[in-house]
């Protein structure tokens, strides 16, 4: 089976960038993860068409609800989710391409032993092709690149940790609590990029 759940959660002190063939999008975000609940968090900053923003995300994807969080105004955005919980995980349909060891094998702890994965997947713009690099042991993420119509987009993963930090990071703060649903097109994780 090839199926290799990579997390069952992250901490926040994970950061992931993301960034587009065109260079119109550029993004830096703490990302806390938990699989078991279902559990996004995103802290990212960016700029997009030479626009800078920021956002605070919260998805939580059994309420099928998302959460923009402003500490500062202390307010909340409460939205439809419409979307399922992909796990980081290497697909069941994807085919080995390779087996390398990032860093050096020269000499213990020098290098380290990665897996690149490869396949075709349903995007929103159709089929897309990725390449998914994960470490040998653990299945770690550290890079995947997705090509589509659009161009290449690549992501990367830094300063991954098993186990969560602050578990608070996915719930909530208490002044979203009175938050309302707005009524508007569902948001997905994709859409968010």
């Known amino acids: 089976m090839r199926v290799l759940v990579l997390f069952s959660c992250l901490s926040k002190n994970v950061f992931i960038s993301k960034s587009t063939q065109n260079e119109q999008l550029m993004v830096f975000a703490k990302y806390s993860y938990d699989a078991l ?3 996004i968090r995103l802290r990212d900053f960016g700029t997009y068409k030479n626009k800078t923003f920021h956002r605070d995300v919260l998805l939580l994807y059994r309420q099928g609800v998302m959460y923009e969080i402003n500490y500062k105004a202390r307010s909340c955005c409460k939205k439809p989710l419409n979307d399922d919980f992909h796990p980081l995980a290497v697909p069941t349909n994807s085919s080995l391409l390779g087996q390398v060891v990032l860093g050096s094998s020269s000499g213990p702890g020098q290098g380290v032993l990665v897996n690149t994965w490869g396949g075709e997947l349903q995007s929103k713009e159709g089929k897309a ?3 998914s690099t994960v470490t040998e042991f653990g299945c770690i993420p550290v890079t995947t690149l997705v090509h589509s119509s659009s161009g290449w987009v690549v992501t ?4 991954n940790v098993i186990g969560l930090v602050d578990p608070e990071d996915l719930i909530p703060p208490s002044f979203c609590k009175g938050a309302c649903l707005e009524r508007q097109e569902p948001v997905t994780f994709f859409s968010l990029f």
Request: glycine content about 10%.
């Open 37 to 39: 609940g279902e559990r």
């Open 129 to 131: 092709e990725y390449m």
């Open 156 to 159: 990367s993963f830094y300063n």
